[in-house]
């Protein structure tokens, strides 16, 4: 027997404390019954997710990853009421599961995007505790001042508290639009853009060029996917370890 939200997460319908968010809504039934927080299920239980069934494939349950270069002018939600193309609908289908995105990026921001049919180990890496570090390429209007650049790596009020760098390197440029290397560990939203805007520059070009220790390739190009070799990757195989654990950091 395993607990519900774990057998849901290793089949890929999302992370455990989501999955404990849709048993608490009433969302899922085991054997025709509400679920409750602390269930435990077996291969030959019925378990329906708003009203559908769930086939269970665990034991065939296969890890997937796949590395994704998003151009500007796509969303990374799955639905959009405006009609804008959506990162997933440029995927192909995961055997198993479904893709879960690793972050997102906003609708003029490009680069590296992740995904996976693994939950939990999404969730360890978009967990703010765990500081997975993010690296991105700015372009910004107007050079910075050395004490602009150190007021960033020491941080800047905003309405989720304080954010900061955790590094910035200048890039090189010319005319007016200079380039800039930055490293953050938290997502809040646009918070590149924030912060540099809060200083008086305003971001042109901005694309994500590493997400822990996974680097946008240099032959992936604009709107192109490539699976990542779980059984090769160190970095994979060090998620996999760190998320067997019961629990996240808090």
Do not use: C
Not at 46 to 71: C, M, T
Not at 79 to 90: E, K
Not at 209 to 217: A, D, K, M, S, V
């Amino acid at each position: 027997m395993i607990k519900l939200q774990k057998h849901l997460a290793d089949l890929g319908l999302g992370s455990r404390r989501r999955i404990e968010q849709w048993i608490e809504q009433g969302r899922i039934k085991v054997n025709r019954q509400k679920a409750t927080i602390g269930d435990r299920v077996s291969p030959s239980d019925r378990i329906e997710v708003d009203g559908k069934r769930v086939h269970s494939k665990r034991n065939k349950f296969q890890v997937e990853w796949l590395a994704y270069h998003k151009p500007e002018g796509e969303i990374t939600t799955r639905r959009d009421p405006q009609g804008r193309t959506s990162v997933f609908s440029q995927l192909p289908r995961p055997r198993y599961g479904r893709w879960i995105s690793v972050g997102r990026l906003d609708i003029n921001t490009s680069g590296l995007l992740l995904f996976t049919n693994n939950g939990e180990q999404a969730n360890y890496l978009m967990h703010p505790s765990n500081e997975v570090k993010r690296i991105y390429m700015a372009r910004v209007h107007g050079k910075l001042s050395q004490e602009e650049m150190q007021q960033l790596k020491r941080g800047i009020q905003i309405e989720e508290g304080v954010a900061k760098f955790e590094a910035i390197e200048f890039a090189g440029g010319q005319s007016n639009n200079f380039w800039y290397r930055v490293t953050l560990t938290q997502g809040h939203y646009r918070e590149v853009r924030r912060l540099f805007s809060h200083l008086g520059h305003e971001v042109g070009r901005l694309m994500r060029i590493q997400y822990g220790e996974f680097t946008l390739p240099s032959s992936l190009k604009r709107g192109q996917w490539r699976y990542l070799e779980v059984a090769k990757h160190p970095y994979i195989k060090h998620l996999i370890e760190q998320t067997k654990q019961p629990t996240l950091k808090s």
